[in-house]
């Protein structure tokens, strides 16, 4: 009787020793850990836990047989028995599902978390990495270029902003990596290039974004790099509403003013536009109004967004409608020099020209929405329509202010020249795809049939890109007035261009009779037909003032004819426009192509084997011809691309993957116009001959997925490029040119290290690549000229240098550290990466290549759930403020006389850029 009495009073003072029961949840078809499920003592829900990162969680009960009820939202409501503690409890949660009569439709989220992005990389038919949509919702970057770059062996090309921009994959510059929405190649609004901005993206719309490093047959042949495939979400298996709203500030304005003008004042077309070829264009039609510079505080920045997505008629038609709005003001700071090469003596050495004080301010708008239709016909037959549209829209206002370091410069003295450059740009760039496709099942599922109808759109505007510039000069440390100059004081330019896309694919699958041995036969092909068009047109003015008397008329001075730019009085030196300029074209690409690939499976092993065969029809034609060049012109060639692809698993949850394919590279579409550029000391020429790249390309990759969520994975890959596309100077006949050229072949290779690990409320991801490549290609070497009599001491000739592609990092890393509190709502994540030095721009001369160093970045975020599917966010990126600093790594001692210049590394600082810490806060909404 007093034992019955001393339980009775442990259990009412709340002294009896507890008992730990500790398990994991997971969902019962996938076995993917299921990340805060409430796990609760039945009859007692104040007493429970919330499962972590990993799934797992732990509560204390008093006695060793209790029920334990877990809910998750998705998933059936489930009680557990337990009869005594210790050991680890696994609970299966059933996820719902909803039928239509025969064919069950099961909610997709899976594939936009952890977990289910992990599954499709473990089952994929090559080596993939993906980023799913939870992972980009609790990271602190806001478009697709900045998550873009958490990828192992993938670093960014910025803007000058300093957001990214392109992505550089595994040292392959971004000619030789395309990008995918849903699996579509998409246009891009370059008017060079067939390059995609990633930053016009809002990483908001995604479901997952997907990198694909080794193609298969059915993917297009020129992913020598490889392919980033944007998904978009799709309609959820139950009604699903959410919405965001945030607003931050840039810290690079609180220590300066923020740049402006009146963009509205910027017209759409220009007087040859409105008027035609023979209208001599006067003063009164260009806005002054445009160049009116205004200052003040930037404004606070503004993102939003929304989603809904449905089923419908009995779960037979899905609905997802989502947009994206992101209203931001951003700049730089920065500092460069004009560089050249000492041609005197032949030292080689670097010699800068010039210092330049510049300052970006910067306002970036990114509209994105997004449709999607689905219809199920029936158990064997589905429908889709696709809808995306894309906006990014910047105003931008760069000022500039050049020291001469050459002519008249005496700092001791205090005497220098000044120039001042101040640009008014208006850019608008838009990306829509609309794309129907058909899905249907036949003989029992054996035999698969896929169809897609394409239509896309690439568009780029920068119309009426203004430029004003002034000189002055100090004496004696005494500034003299501001004038303009006068032999060009300004320049206004119209470029737009246009990419529109019309495709049509068809995919079969067929899966033979089951055996010993599974076999699958696909075969398909596609037709693309692309058509650019790109217009340039500019007008160039000297100032003038008729009131002035004469000899004086052009010589305006701040201060006395004007005190702002609107005010200056031009008159317009090139009436009807010089239209032509070479970016004035047309240009098509025809693409055919058809594949045919075999999959088989026995135990273990997975053997995937095809080839793929690609025509190319590539031309061009000038609007307005040029005597003396080939005004229009064409290639034709046919690649044949074989694939093969080894995955075995010798272990539970491990694969071992080994492939090869076969890819090419096509030439830019104005590097095969034959266009000249005349520079200050060199020719910029196209080249109508130059050939597409080939590319031999192994990977070895070792994967192991300890749990559902978490991964290690140990890669090595090797490419052999033939014909590269790199520029270099060749000289034809008695001159020199700057122009693409193949040289010879390239190597790249590396390895790259990826894990993802979990320990309940944290986690820890990273990557490692380590990359080295090689490519020989021609540059300017000065030599001592060996006839002493000739008057020439110093002579100019071609030699050979052996350097790392263009943009290719050796060391890439990217760690996070991730922290969630299920039970209390907190989400953390602190993550760094580091990009190492790597080549910006290739010189001309032997051993003069512009060097990007090594550059830190630190990024963090945090998030709170409230009540009613409410949360607050904060994200942070740039918080350490790095610069990027671009040098060569030669010096000259010279260099020192330069008032305020320091070196970088011991070699010679060229640029250095600083962009400000970006902080962001905001309220988002589930239902």
């Not at 931050?248 to 220009?270: C, E, I, P, Q, V």
């Not at 006949?733 to 990826?754: C, H, K, L």
């Amino acid at each position: 009787m007093k034992y019955v009495l001393l339980v009775i009073l442990l259990l009412s003072t709340g002294i009896l020793p507890a008992m730990p029961v500790r398990g994991v949840v997971r969902d019962s078809e996938t076995g993917e850990e299921l990340i805060g499920a409430t796990v609760v003592l039945k009859g007692e829900p104040a007493k429970g836990a919330v499962s972590g990162l990993d799934g797992s969680f732990s509560i204390e009960v008093i006695s060793a047989s209790c029920t334990l009820v877990c809910s998750y939202l998705g998933y059936r409501t489930a009680e557990y028995a337990v009869s005594s503690a210790g050991g680890e409890l696994t609970i299966l949660l059933e996820p719902v599902y909803s039928e239509i009569d025969e064919v069950v439709v099961y909610a997709n989220a899976a594939n936009d978390t952890e977990a289910g992005v992990r599954s499709i990389e473990k089952l994929s038919a090559s080596v993939m990495n993906i980023v799913s949509a939870k992972a980009i919702e609790i990271s602190p970057d806001m478009t697709v270029a900045n998550v873009i770059q958490r990828v192992s062996g993938v670093t960014v090309e910025r803007s000058s902003s300093g957001d990214g921009q392109y992505a550089i994959l595994r040292g392959m510059d971004k000619r030789y990596n395309y990008t995918l929405v849903n699996g579509v190649k998409i246009p891009g609004p370059d008017n060079k290039n067939r390059f995609v901005p990633l930053d016009i993206f809002p990483s908001e719309l995604l479901e997952r974004l997907e990198v694909t490093k080794a193609a298969t047959a059915e993917m297009e042949g020129d992913a020598v790099g490889g392919a980033v495939n944007l998904v978009m979400k799709d309609a959820p298996q139950n009604r699903q509403i959410t919405a965001y709203l945030s607003t931050g500030y840039n810290t690079l304005f609180m220590s300066r003013d923020f740049y402006s003008f009146d963009a509205k004042a910027a017209a759409a077309k220009s007087p040859y536009e409105i008027y035609g070829e023979s209208y001599p264009a006067k003063p009164r039609d260009f806005d002054g109004k445009l160049m009116r510079l205004e200052t003040g505080k930037a404004p606070a920045n503004l993102f939003g967004g929304f989603s809904y997505g449905d089923r419908l008629m009995g779960n037979r038609l899905g609905i997802m409608l989502a947009g994206s709005y992101q209203n931001s003001y951003r700049g730089s700071d920065c500092v460069f020099y004009g560089v050249t090469t000492a041609t005197s003596d032949a030292s080689n050495l670097p010699v800068l020209t010039d210092r330049n004080d510049r300052s970006y301010s910067e306002r970036q708008t990114r509209s994105g929405l997004h449709a999607k239709l689905d219809f199920l016909f029936s158990p064997a037959h589905k429908v889709q329509w696709y809808n995306a549209y894309m906006d990014f829209g910047s105003i931008q206002l760069r000022d500039n202010a050049r020291i001469d370091l050459n002519i008249g410069y005496s700092p001791e003295q205090g005497d220098w020249n000044l120039s001042y450059d101040t640009r008014f740009r208006v850019n608008r760039q838009q990306i829509f795809n609309s794309t129907l496709k058909g899905s249907h099942h036949f003989l029992s599922d054996a035999l698969k049939i896929d169809w897609s109808a394409v239509y896309s759109g690439a568009f780029n505007e920068t119309p009426d890109n203004t430029f004003v510039h002034t000189v002055s000069s100090v004496r004696n440390g005494n500034p003299n007035p501001v004038s303009v100059v006068t032999l060009g004081g300004a320049d206004r330019r119209w470029e737009h261009n246009t990419d529109t896309d019309r495709a049509a694919y068809l995919n079969l699958l067929y899966r033979f009779p089951k055996g010993k041995i599974g076999m699958y036969l696909s075969a398909g092909g596609f037709y693309r037909d692309k058509q650019r068009t790109s217009f340039f047109n500019q007008y160039d003015f000297r100032p003038y003032d008729e009131s002035k008397e004469e000899g004086m008329r052009n010589n305006l001075i701040e201060g006395v004819d004007w005190n702002d730019y609107s005010e200056i009085r031009f008159t317009v030196f090139t009436p009807f426009g010089a239209v032509g300029n070479p970016l004035n074209y047309d240009a098509s690409e025809k693409i055919a192509a058809g594949y045919v690939q075999i999959k088989a499976e026995t135990g273990n092993l997975q053997i995937i084997t095809g080839l793929r065969m690609e025509n190319t029809d590539q031309g061009y034609k000038l609007k307005y011809p040029v005597e003396g060049v080939k005004n229009e012109g064409s290639q034709i060639y046919t690649d044949c691309l074989p694939v093969l692809h080894l995955k075995y698993s010798p272990w539970k949850n491990s694969n071992i993957r080994a492939s090869y394919y076969k890819s090419i590279n096509r030439p830019g579409f104005f590097e095969i116009v034959p266009y000249r550029i005349i520079n200050e000391d060199y020719t910029e020429m196209g080249n109508p001959e130059l050939l597409h790249t080939v590319a031999h390309s192994v990977d070895v990759r070792y994967e192991y997925f300890p749990r559902p969520s978490e991964q290690f994975m140990l890669g090595l890959f090797y490419k052999k490029l033939e014909n590269p596309i790199e520029y270099g100077m060749i000289t034809q006949g008695q001159g020199t040119f700057y122009m693409p050229v193949n040289f010879g072949d390239a190597s790249n290779y590396g390895m790259e290290i990826d894990f993802i690990k979990y320990f309940h409320s944290f986690g820890i991801k990273g990557n490692y690549t380590f990359t080295h490549s090689e490519i020989s290609t021609t540059k300017l070497l000065n030599y001592d000229n060996p006839d002493p009599s000739s008057s020439e001491k110093v002579l100019v000739g071609n030699v050979i240098q052996t350097r790392p592609l263009n943009g290719q990092a050796r060391h890439v890393a990217n760690l996070s550290l991730l922290y969630k509190d299920a039970k209390n709502g907190w989400d953390g994540q602190l993550a760094f990466s580091y990009t190492g030095e790597r080549i910006y721009a290739v010189s001309r001369y032997f051993d003069n290549d512009i060097w990007q160093g090594g550059y830190f970045q630190l990024d963090a975020s945090i998030e709170k759930k409230i009540k009613a599917g409410f949360s607050l966010f904060v994200k942070a990126s740039n918080l350490l403020n790095t610069p990027m600093v671009h040098y060569l790594k030669k010096d000259n001692p010279s260099n020192s006389r330069i008032h305020d210049y320091e070196n970088y590394g011991g070699g010679t600082t060229v640029r250095r850029d600083h962009y400000g810490r970006n902080l962001l806060a905001g309220i988002r909404y589930k239902f």
